[in-house]
């Protein structure tokens, strides 16, 4: 995967795994003031993909910032991975991302040409997003970190959340499972060649389409998986408001990383995951590879979208047809007393469709 060696040797995590976990975020915001005048429709108090603020009577500013060490050796392909999981944000709420600022941090001894390189592969995505580069900020670290601050704009009646999904809506994922085990497999020389391929493409993939494809539907929550994993996120959808029912056997995955999960080719992060989950979703039933899966942190990970029954099938199709092939219906919303007792789960439950 290139030609510069280095910037995995750099580093102790990659990707989206180095996010501090869900609790730990939760108690540290927990106190904070949101202030401003009214303005602010979305903040940080839901756990949100993005904060929205209102900027007239019809359209919101929606605002993000994302960044991560790598994960893959190749410098230009960390760059595009990261600008698209940075710019995933907007799209997960609905938006349209118009100028992104770099965010970058790298160690003076390191060869400056690698970094040319990530900013190079950083202003492909940008491009191809449809967005402006303005600039940004780099700072002298330990370890080579790149990410975006992004801005979008979308109309203040169409904005996504992440947590006001429907009772009878069905669960759409738009990407494959597993791309941290296979990088996870990566970092110790066991992962196969063709798995790292897959993996890479599904994170520089741009989630534009599939946002794009989703806002011509009824859709009632989105957010993009991401370093918590799929139950995580799931479990902030869910809120206190409903239950979510996943079906493990039509979950999208890279067909490898099962096997790397069965070998224990697995990530701190995933760990996290599981622990964060715990009472409210019950995975002891499922084989453990598919239990990893769940827990997985996902790097530029898919979009997890709730749609009317009625129009899951057609909303699938169309974001195949736009290049997400592994798009799939995976789950369903349902009211938050019904299930509770299968699987003692408040949140996500595991079942069969």
């Known amino acids: 995967m290139g030609n510069a060696k280095t910037l995995l040797s ?11 976990e869900s609790d730990g975020l939760a108690s540290l915001l927990a106190g904070l003031p949101s202030g401003g005048d009214g303005s602010l429709l979305v903040g940080f108090d839901t756990a949100d993909d993005a904060a929205v603020y209102a900027l007239d009577g019809e359209r919101s500013l929606i605002f993000t910032a994302d960044f991560f060490p790598p ?20 799209w997960a709420m609905g938006g349209k991302p118009f100028l992104a600022l770099n965010l970058v ?25 449809g967005a402006a580069l303005g600039g940004g900020h780099s700072i002298y670290d330990r370890e080579p970190k790149y990410g975006l601050a992004v801005a979008g704009i979308i109309e203040t009646s169409k904005v996504v959340r992440n947590n ?5 809506h069905r669960l759409i994922l738009t990407k494959p499972l597993g791309v941290g085990i296979v990088m996870a497999a990566l970092r110790v020389g066991l992962a196969d ?23 011509a539907f009824n859709v009632s929550a989105c957010t993009d998986v991401t370093g918590f994993g799929l139950i995580v996120h799931a479990l902030e959808m869910a809120g206190d408001a409903v239950t979510i029912i996943l079906y493990p056997d039509a979950l999208p995955v890279i067909p490898e990383a099962v096997k790397y999960a069965d070998e224990y080719l697995l990530t701190a992060a995933g760990q996290r995951n599981r622990n964060r989950a715990g009472a409210h ?52 919303i349902t009211q938050a007393s ?16």
């Open 71 to 90: 994960m893959v050796d190749d410098p230009r392909v960390f760059g595009r991975i990261a600008a698209a999981n940075a710019l995933s944000d907007v």
């Open 105 to 129: 941090c790298f160690p003076e001894a390191m060869d400056k040409g690698a970094l040319a390189e990530i900013l190079a592969g950083g202003a492909e995505k940008i491009a191809e997003a």
């Open 164 to 168: 006001t999904p429907k009772p009878g």
């Open 193 to 215: 060649e063709g798995a790292v391929r897959q993996a890479v493409s599904s994170m520089e993939r741009l989630n534009r389409s599939a946002c794009e494809c989703m806002m």
């Open 338 to 353: 019904l299930h509770r007792t299968y699987a003692n789960s408040k949140g996500v439950v595991l079942a069969s469709r």
């Open 281 to 332: 979703a019950d995975v002891s039933r499922l084989p453990f590879a598919i239990q990893e899966l769940l827990f997985d942190p996902q790097t530029s990970g898919g979009l997890l979208i709730a749609v009317p029954p009625g129009e899951a099938e057609a909303l699938v199709a169309r974001i195949r047809n736009a290049g997400d092939e592994n798009a799939a219906i995976i789950g369903e």
């Open 10 to 20: 750099n580093c102790v995590s990659g990707g989206c795994g180095a996010k501090i």
